[in-house]
Structure formats: structure tokens, C-alpha cells
């Protein structure tokens, strides 16, 4: 059984500030997805990682993924208060099933 | 509009009630998956179908039921809701071509008295 652990659950930063939040995943994958969720809101797709050592940047977010390591992070720079929100990372199986999701790093981002 | 949506957006029902979650997407995907969220648990899947003809069981298929009435349309069924499904639930959408990322719908915020 795929199991995908993220950490910290619970971030408080200060605007300003730079963190990395951490995805571990349990099983061999190529894929892995982070999304963003807005208090009573849907799921928002960040970044796709189809590839060992793939980085992808949008803003103040990075994202980076170690396939031998099993470990992805997202990276935050600079923290701004509109990044307040839950951060989930998802894994493929690689067995065509479905993705397997974290329980989410909830960030709150205070002046 | 949207390209997933789901209704209804919120319900309330009581023990024993059947209910039907719908979902439809305009995005031309094949494959469809049904999601629970609790909180602090992440998102479950329930049933996932990569086709018309195919459905599968998720993680915790047990209590629902679901039909996929055409490509576009895939439907989530409580027979007998009890108030521990009270929970968010998503449907999400994905290219079986391609990168399959997975989109989601709004959600659906049902509560079971």
C-alpha cells in the first residue's frame, strides 16, 4: 500500500520568511502532484513532477522531486499572506489506479 | 462555466435516507473518481472509472455506489446514508492520455443527522 506523508501538518510563518514543506512517499512513483485548497474551497493543481530531479516554479512557490529519495518538496519564499491555505501532495501508484494524497500542510501566514 | 461541476453544492439529510451525489464535466476526460475529505485525513477515494464500462472501488467503497450514465457524467449513491459519511466530497476528472492530473469540482458538503 502506497502511504504519503507530509510535514509539517501545521505551519505558522511570518510574511517574509522562507519554508519547505515536505512530501514522503512510501512506493516507487514518477508522478507527483501538489495542490493548493482554500478554506471551504475546491482543490487547485500547482505543480505537476513526472520526473526525477524535476523543478518547477510559479511565484513564490518551488517544487522539486527526488524519486530515489521517495521525497518532494515545496519550497516557499518570501511568504506572503495570500499563501495561507492547505498544501496537499499526491502520488501515482504507476498502477493506473488513482492517486494516493497526504493529509495536507495547513499554512498560516501572519504579518 | 465551470468544467467540473457537482450538485447539490450542500445537503442535509437524516439517517436512512438515500442520496445522490451527480457530477459532469465538459472537460472531454475519460477517467472520473469520486473523493471523501475529513478533516486532518486528506481526500479518500471511493470509486474511481476510467470508462463507461469500467468502475472500480477506491479505499473505502463501502456504504456508496456509484453509475457512470455517460463519458461526462458520474454519480455517487448513499443507500442508506449514515451520519459518519457526513464529510466533503469531490469529484474529480483526468485525460487517461497525457500527465493525468486530476481535476476537482467544487465539492459537495453533505451532512448526515
Known amino acids: 500500500e502506497l502511504k504519503v506523508e507530509q510535514n509539517p501538518l501545521f505551519l505558522s510563518m511570518q510574511e517574509g520568511k522562507n519554508y519547505t514543506i515536505y512530501c514522503n512517499y512510501s512506493?516507487?512513483?514518477?508522478?507527483l502532484y501538489w495542490y493548493r485548497q482554500d478554506p471551504g474551497k475546491s482543490l487547485e493543481s500547482l505543480f505537476v513532477l513526472l520526473s526525477n530531479g524535476a523543478v518547477k516554479q510559479e511565484g513564490r512557490l518551488m517544487a522539486s522531486l527526488d524519486t530515489k529519495a521517495r521525497l518532494s518538496t515545496l519550497h516557499i519564499t518570501a511568504a506572503v499572506h495570500d499563501l495561507s491555505a492547505t498544501y496537499f501532495c499526491a502520488v501515482d501508484s504507476n498502477s493506473g489506479y488513482a492517486l494516493n494524497f497526504g493529509k495536507g500542510t495547513s499554512l498560516l501566514v501572519t504579518p | 462555466d465551470a468544467d467540473v461541476t457537482q450538485t447539490p453544492r450542500n445537503r442535509i439529510t437524516k439517517t436512512g435516507k438515500r442520496i445522490m451525489l451527480e457530477c459532469s464535466q465538459t472537460k472531454g476526460h475519460d477517467r472520473m473518481y469520486w473523493y471523501r475529505q475529513d478533516p486532518g485525513l486528506g481526500l479518500r477515494l471511493i470509486y474511481y472509472s476510467f470508462d463507461v464500462k469500467d468502475i472500480n472501488k477506491g479505499e473505502i467503497s463501502d456504504g456508496y455506489s456509484v453509475s457512470r450514465q455517460a463519458q461526462a457524467k458520474f454519480s455517487l449513491s448513499l443507500e442508506s446514508a449514515i451520519p459518519n459519511q457526513t464529510a466533503l466530497y469531490f469529484c474529480?476528472?483526468?485525460?487517461?492520455?497525457?500527465?493525468?492530473?486530476?481535476?476537482f469540482g467544487p465539492g459537495t458538503r453533505l451532512t448526515v443527522l
Open positions: 512506493t516507487t512513483s514518477d508522478r
Open positions: 474529480a476528472t483526468s485525460d487517461l492520455e497525457g500527465i493525468d492530473e486530476q481535476f
